[in-house]
């Protein structure tokens, strides 16, 4: 079935370092891609997608491009920030349901 | 508007027991979907609700139900607990089926099973 790998970390930044989390997906369609970040203690809230290939989502700095041909959706941010500490999710669901798949999440903390 | 709640948010049980968790969609959402997280396997798909039917459920045993009222409020129950169903549970909301709808996800209901 449908599924998404992701670079578990942790990963350790410090600030206005550069940030890449890598994300690969296997789809026998053409689903949407998601990035989701969850601070501690709350939900998930969605920080970009992507719908079709080629696509670039962008959110508060963090960029992640559709790419096809090598079935990734890899988030990066030129200058993180210490607010930025949170752990990330890359997900996927097809166009016509709500059953999203999950990567196992990156935690991301950012020191002064 | 309010976001999508859950109720409780915490919640203690022992092996055996059954437990039933809430979820109220933001307003107009008609979907409501239901993931599991712990972790061991991170976030996994329960089940989805739209118009009051189950659309869709991912691979959990059959103790693990759901439902959906008119107002589209959903509640998700397991039976029989076990120590492995300790985890955070989570709602999500969005108007309608489909990976075009946003969905929206509450802070969640952490479930513990001693």
């Known amino acids: 079935g449908d599924s998404v790998t992701q670079m578990e970390g942790p990963v350790t930044l410090s600030e206005e370092a550069f940030l890449t989390i890598n994300c690969t997906y296997t789809?026998?369609?053409?689903?949407?891609l998601f990035w989701y970040v969850q601070y501690p203690g709350e939900g998930l809230q969605l920080l970009l997608k992507?719908?079709?290939?080629?696509d670039k989502g962008s959110n508060k700095g963090f960029e992640a491009t559709y790419r096809k041909e090598t079935t990734s959706f890899h988030l990066e941010k030129g200058s993180v920030q210490v607010s930025d500490s949170a752990v990330y999710f890359c997900a996927l669901s097809d166009l016509n349901n709500n059953d999203m798949r999950f990567g196992a999440g990156t935690r991301l903390t950012v020191k002064p | 508007k309010a976001g999508v709640t859950q109720t409780p948010r915490y919640l203690i049980k022992t092996r055996g027991q059954q437990v039933t968790l809430s979820c109220s969609p933001i307003?107009?959402?008609?979907?409501v979907s239901w993931y599991q997280q712990t972790p061991g396997q991170g976030l996994q798909f329960l089940f989805e609700?739209?118009?009051?039917?189950?659309?869709n459920k991912g691979n959990f045993p059959g103790r693990f139900s759901g439902r959906q009222f008119s107002n589209s409020r959903s509640e998700m129950n397991v039976s029989t607990l076990e120590l492995g169903d300790s985890a955070l549970y989570l709602c999500?909301?969005?108007?309608?089926?489909?990976?075009?709808?946003?969905?929206?996800f509450g802070p969640g209901t952490r479930l513990t099973v001693l």
């Open positions: 789809a026998t369609g053409y689903p949407s």
């Open positions: 992507a719908t079709k290939a080629d």
């Open positions: 609700y739209f118009s009051e039917t189950q659309r």
């Open positions: 307003s107009g959402h008609r979907s």
């Open positions: 999500a909301s969005s108007l309608g089926r489909g990976s075009y709808n946003e969905q929206f």
